[in-house]
């Protein structure tokens, strides 16, 4: 076989594990891999869940093509951290351990500063292979989608393992033959003790009238022997509607594992002579049915993976508390049960019901009024809770038979912290397997660590725009003879304080207020950076321009103070470029006259009325590098209908690939084409230029003030 190579590398965040499962299975397909590809996604998923969450650096997946199958291995930065093999209550991958279950072989190797954790899958049809391949009697493949039908069908096989339904019907047949029965059955013990259906043909109920429990079995079961009976109160003819029945128990090495029966509409059908055939073939069918079991507990163990691996994933994928919450309801409503609450415990502890969903939606209102009257879940530890029962016939009328339903609780805890209660529902003759607690459970720990991010990113987005917006002016003043307008965007989504500023404000005014303003000063700056930082330089910025111009200090002696404060900070200093001007109205309100110093910021560009563009200052010293920076002041006529641009770097650095927008007098030529526009046109022209000049969203903020003689 040709051996080919190929690798992807992705950043460290939660979505990567979605796109490196993408990655692999394309890979896969293209290589006709398919049919592993099951396994792979699940293995890969598991190793790059742990590099984000442990390793915490970007990571790396290789797909090499071997000799009989694939090995695939997955690098992360951080050779020297221990390899996270977390137990079945972690809140993360599964890790080791699962590739252990998945692969022929894995292991670990160390290439200078990146740890590699690799695992090979044989090709079905190969000697090492085939163990690990096989079909279990019949049962399709998992197929790991990346959608919500992958997570659906993960969830219901890891909730309702059934055996393999070929052989079991083939079995059941041959048993209803050889006993001349009107139906039979292969009941299977599941992980809780129940007897499930495995199989049936003829006259047998699916499913059974009642509840069948290896307890309830009677002494022949427990010691393996093999029985006849007419009697109507024997626990299997009750739950099979049998007025005659033979049963034989399927045991492995001296574990009951379930119970074959024959059944009968007439009394008296069966003798002891047909007990004993029944529990020869009992015998020889004990060890394929418990492959068959163990090989579903197999693939319900990796629907079970799945299923995690996706809801994972999507909870990962927002960072909204409410969607969240929504988010949470539907992974649980109709897969795990009926109906779904998430409480949230607000400041003073009380638990509230924040999100409530019912498979049957004309039901969700009643539910939640029952809820909001029902006494709080319990906070602290996971059970069965019936606070909803315990409420007024009035409350209980509205909510109809759901108020009738059993219901667990799973606490929502996350760092420590309570952040609320999962209670999920279903009717009272429904009960909750115990697979559909486990993952209930599971689902409680990863839904409180994504309520917790969501409620953590909204805190900090609220405060960053609280800082942001005291960081601007209120408000713009009216300067006679002068248009004004302003620009403002910061990038991202608001997590972080942009290092941007702007400001325009009078000066010079009489201080009693009987005389109107008849000087007004701008500043447009850049501190390098963002965050808390970033915007502690711009706070001090901001107000020292205007206290200082409040004292009527010159623009320069202002940059020169502004530049020995920054100083004064230390290691708390941030660089800081500056254009700041003073405005005065000319005689006849024939434009202003601008006296302005540009420290290191981009220099403003003035617009004359026939559309030529030239610079309206020349570049002097950033603030914060030098302290003895001294400054000079220039001084320009900006005439009527003549347009000042001044932008921050956010503009002329605009990337789109390796251009930027002020490459080759790009700025220029963009404002050459506002010939004849307003301010507020100019200043909307620039911000529609720099959001389409590149295809992703701007990585810096921007700000722009637009001054216009008219």
């Not at 420590?416 to 486990?438: K, N, T, W, Y």
Request: proline share 7%; glycine share 10%.
């Amino acid at each position: 076989m040709e051996r080919r190579a190929t690798s992807a590398t992705f950043p460290p965040a939660a979505t990567s594990v979605a796109a490196a499962r993408r990655f692999v299975r394309r890979t896969l397909n293209e290589w006709d891999l398919a049919q592993v590809a099951d396994d792979a996604l699940l293995a890969t998923s598991e190793l790059a869940t742990n590099a984000v969450t442990y390793a915490g650096t970007a990571f790396e997946v290789r797909c090499t093509l071997e000799d009989g199958g694939v090995r695939i291995e997955v690098l992360d930065q951080h050779p020297t951290r221990h390899i996270a093999m977390p137990s079945v209550e972690a809140t993360s991958g599964r890790g080791l351990p699962s590739i252990d279950r998945l692969a022929s072989s894995w292991g670990i190797t160390y290439e200078g500063l990146t740890k590699g954790v690799w695992f090979r899958l044989d090709k079905p049809g190969t000697r090492s292979g085939e163990r690990d391949t096989a079909p279990v009697l019949g049962v399709p493949s998992l197929a790991l989608d990346d959608d919500a039908t992958g997570l659906a069908l993960a969830s219901e096989r890891a909730l309702r393992p059934r055996p393999g339904e070929d052989s079991l019907d083939g079995a059941v047949e041959a048993v209803r033959d050889v006993l001349s029965a009107d139906g039979a059955a292969v009941l299977l013990a599941d992980r809780e003790g129940d007897l499930v259906l495995g199989a049936s043909t003829g006259a047998i109920p699916d499913p059974p009238v009642a509840r069948l429990t290896v307890a309830s079995l009677g002494p022949h079961a427990r010691v393996g022997d093999p029985w006849v009976t007419a009697d109507p109160t024997d626990p299997v003819a009750a739950a099979l509607s049998a007025r005659s029945l033979v049963a034989a128990p399927l045991q492995v090495q001296g574990r009951l594992t379930g119970v074959l029966v024959a059944v009968a509409r007439d009394p008296d059908r069966f003798d002891e002579a047909a007990g004993k055939r029944l529990g020869r073939i009992a015998e020889e069918m004990a060890l394929s049915m418990e492959r068959a079991r163990i090989g579903e507990l197999e693939r319900s163990w990796r629907g079970w993976l799945s299923f995690v691996a996706e809801a994972s994933d999507l909870l990962a994928g927002t960072l909204d508390q409410e969607r969240t919450m929504a988010l949470v309801a539907q992974l649980v409503v109709p897969r795990l049960a009926t109906w779904c609450a998430v409480y949230t415990v607000d400041e003073t502890g009380a638990a509230r019901p924040a999100y409530v969903w019912h498979a049957d939606e004309t039901r969700v209102d009643g539910l939640r009024e029952l809820l909001a009257v029902a006494p709080e879940p319990p906070v602290d530890s996971s059970g069965a809770w019936n606070g909803h029962t315990a409420v007024s016939a009035a409350a209980r009328a509205v909510a109809g038979p759901t108020a009738d339903d059993m219901a667990y609780a799973f606490p929502l805890i996350a760092r420590g912290r309570r952040m609320g209660v999962l209670v999920i529902g279903r009717p009272a003759g429904d009960r909750f397997p115990q697979g559909a607690i486990d993952l209930a459970e599971e689902l409680s720990r990863r839904a409180a660590l994504a309520i917790d991010n969501a409620r953590l990113y909204t805190a900090q987005t609220t405060m960053s725009r609280a800082l942001q917006r005291s960081l601007l002016p209120p408000g713009i003043p009216e300067i006679p003879g002068l248009e004004v307008e302003v620009v403002y965007q910061p990038a991202g989504e608001g997590s972080e304080v942009g290092g941007d500023f702007y400001d325009v404000f009078e000066c010079g005014a009489d201080p009693a207020g009987l005389a109107p303003a008849t000087r007004w000063r701008f500043a447009i700056g850049d501190v390098c950076g963002t965050g808390p930082q970033a915007a502690a330089v711009t706070g001090l910025a901001r107000h020292a321009l205007r206290i200082l111009a409040a004292e009527d200090m010159p623009v320069p002696d202002v940059l020169t103070r502004l530049n020995r404060l920054i100083l004064a900070e230390g290691p708390r200093a941030r660089l800081l470029t500056l254009l700041h001007g003073e405005i005065t109205p000319r005689p006849g309100r024939d434009g202003v006259r601008i006296d302005l110093v540009s420290a290191g910021h981009p220099l403003p560009l003035v617009l004359d009325p026939d559309g030529g563009v030239h610079e309206a200052a020349r570049a002097q010293p950033l603030l914060g590098v030098f302290d003895d920076a001294e400054f000079t002041a220039q001084t320009m006529e900006l005439r009527r209908g003549q347009v000042m641009l001044c932008v921050t770097d956010g503009v002329t650095e605009r990337r789109s690939g390796d251009r930027l927008l002020g490459d080759g007098h790009g700025l220029e030529n963009l404002l050459a084409g506002c010939r004849g526009l307003s301010a507020g046109a100019v200043a909307a022209r620039i911000q529609r230029a720099v959001r389409d000049f590149g295809p992703e969203p701007s990585n810096d903020d921007v700000a722009l003030i637009v001054l216009r003689a008219s």
